[in-house]
């Protein structure tokens, strides 16, 4: 068990690195700032639209659905 310790620390760094060169210089989008997004700040407000079946839906290949304001931020 002692020997598998170094093959399984490299497999993760190489797993970390390729996480973080997949996702570098990709930045997901704002939130804009407009009449229909105004003050929605909360992950409920956006999915009232962004639901699947509702008017924007979200695509299939999009991340976890339920933490919006994590990733998109309000534009400045």
Do not use: Y
């Amino acid at each position: 068990m002692t020997k598998s310790w170094p093959l399984i620390v490299a497999g993760a760094a190489i797993l970390i690195v390729l996480f973080f060169a997949s996702t570098a210089g990709k930045k997901p989008p704002a939130i804009p700032r407009d009449s229909l997004h105004a003050g929605h700040k909360t992950n409920e407000a956006c999915l009232s639209c962004h639901a699947p079946g509702k008017q924007a839906p979200l695509k299939d290949t999009h991340p976890p659905k339920e933490q919006c304001v994590v990733c998109h931020k309000q534009a400045k």
